[in-house]
């Protein structure tokens, strides 16, 4: 099989506990809610499984790989500083973002009236046109941690395509 395949695709996934005192940030949007995201960064779920499934689909590692969360220098940081990152280090190697498909597991608060804002912002940031993105959201019915409200996550798949 030759390297010089044109398109690749890459999957991400995130979650972090849901915890008091904390901002619940998703996709760089400030949702209001009762519950925040725990996490070394400022937690957010959404922007964390679109960095991994960029930086996967060029073979370049996952976030963790580049933002260490034992690492303080990325302590309480704007995930949105990530997703620029690997957006640059992905174009700089060839590639451009052809669509990212996404969803969001999260009981409460429901946020899909938050979806064009967070939609707008990533599109930005990433370059790309916002029909380019697809976010979605859901629930688990109240199954498991996301459904007891403990947590949330996010998954997200990207397809790249060699400039």
Avoid: C
């Amino acid at each position: 099989m030759s390297n010089s395949v044109g398109m690749r695709v890459g999957i991400g996934y995130d979650a972090h506990p849901l915890v008091r005192e904390r901002s619940l940030i998703v996709g760089g949007v400030d949702i209001p809610s009762g519950l925040g995201s725990d996490g070394h960064s400022d937690g957010d779920a959404l922007i964390h499984s679109i960095v991994d499934a960029l930086l996967g689909a060029v073979g370049l590692g996952d976030i963790g790989s580049y933002f260490p969360s034992d690492d303080n220098q990325w302590k309480n940081v704007e995930s949105k500083l990530f997703l620029q990152h690997a957006t640059i280090k992905i174009k700089k190697i060839g590639w451009e973002i052809e669509n990212i498909d996404s969803v969001i597991l999260l009981q409460k608060p429901k946020i899909a009236h938050h979806i064009p804002s967070i939609k707008r912002g990533l599109s930005k940031i990433m370059n790309i046109k916002e029909s380019q993105l697809s976010i979605k959201a859901t629930t688990t019915d109240r199954l498991g941690y996301i459904g007891k409200q403990q947590g949330w996550a996010a998954q997200a798949v990207a397809l790249v395509r060699k400039i």
